[in-house]
């Protein structure tokens, strides 16, 4: 599949999608430090307009 065609396929996909829930602790950071890739991934999805929030199930405070 060339990249045009990935790229409409994606863009496709976002219409079937109402929103996205992202795990804070071990996904996007580890400790006080982000996760190799997180900060640009949040930042893709943020692109698409698509409605983020972010959730963790830890019990340490965030830093």
């Known amino acids: 599949m060339g990249r045009a065609a990935t790229r409409e396929f994606e863009e ?6 109402g929103g996205v829930l992202l795990d804070i602790s ?3 950071y580890q400790g006080d430090v982000a996760i190799p890739g997180a900060v640009e991934a949040v930042r893709r999805l943020r692109d698409t307009g698509l409605p ?3 959730l963790t199930n830890s019990t340490v405070p965030a830093p």
């Open 12 to 17: 496709d996909q976002f219409e079937m999608i």
């Open 26 to 28: 071990g996904v996007l």
């Open 52 to 54: 983020i929030r972010f």
